[in-house]
């Protein structure tokens, strides 16, 4: 019987036909790899990922960008004229207030060249009227000069002002005759930015023992006499 066995020529062509077939197949499964690999850089590069850019404020604290930045404070004098009344006397020719006017700097300049205005009027229906006028200058009255009052300096002035019996505005109340003074004064000052003003207008009447809300009146139906203790509250006019 003839068996049929392969040479050894068919042998090695056999051998390299599978050597050739095992070589392709790694240079098909290279350039599969690679094409891959080139599909995916084209689309990364026609579709590039997108990213949330942060804001300059999201990377602030919440605190930090709501806290404003404080200004400093202009330095500049700051006057007050507070009047503290204490004595009243009425006579047959005239009234007269005696008390101290504390002039205090409470800025942080120098106030130059100080004038004041200073006058008495009794309570009406038009003092309103009376009061912007002496403001506005429209009343003469004398301006005396105080010089400087430096930062945080406080200046006490005694002051005496007086009205005419026959210029007293009085009210009849209960059968009695009565009068309130009104004490007024205008400080014009200058400092280093310009210039500026003060301005009082107060309410003077009989104070109790234990302040009250209201005061009590000065009589004129009494005759000459003195009256004391003495308060004041503003008055806005």
């Not at 930090?64 to 006579?91: C, D, H, N």
């Not at 229906?125 to 009052?149: M, Y």
């Amino acid at each position: 019987a003839r068996t049929d066995s392969p040479q050894p020529a068919d042998t090695d062509w056999l051998a390299v036909a599978v050597a050739l077939l095992v070589r392709l197949g790694a240079l098909l499964a290279g350039w599969f790899m690679w094409r891959r690999k080139q599909d995916s850089f084209v689309r990364m590069a026609e579709s590039p990922p997108t990213a949330r850019i942060p804001r300059i404020e999201d990377t602030l604290a919440p605190h930090v960008a709501a806290t404003p930045i404080p200004q400093p404070a202009e330095i500049r004098p700051q006057v007050t004229l507070e009047f503290k009344p204490e004595r009243a006397t009425l006579s047959f020719t005239a009234l007269t207030v005696k008390g101290t006017l504390f002039i205090e700097n409470r800025g942080q300049d120098t106030a130059t060249d100080m004038h004041m205005r200073a006058t008495m009027i009794s309570a009406n229906q038009d003092q309103a009227t009376t009061i912007a006028a002496f403001f506005n200058q429209s009343i003469p009255v004398e301006d005396n000069i105080l010089g400087d009052a430096k930062a945080g300096e406080k200046i006490a002035l005694e002051l005496e002002i007086s009205i005419p019996a026959q210029e007293l505005q009085s009210y009849s109340v209960a059968e009695r005759r009565i009068v309130v003074p009104v004490i007024i004064a205008d400080l014009s000052y200058r400092w280093s930015g310009g210039q500026d003003s003060s301005r009082l207008a107060c309410l003077v009447g009989r104070e109790a023992q234990s302040p009250l809300g209201k005061m009590g009146p000065l009589r004129l139906d009494l005759g000459p006499r003195s009256f004391t203790p003495l308060g004041q509250r503003p008055l806005y006019a």
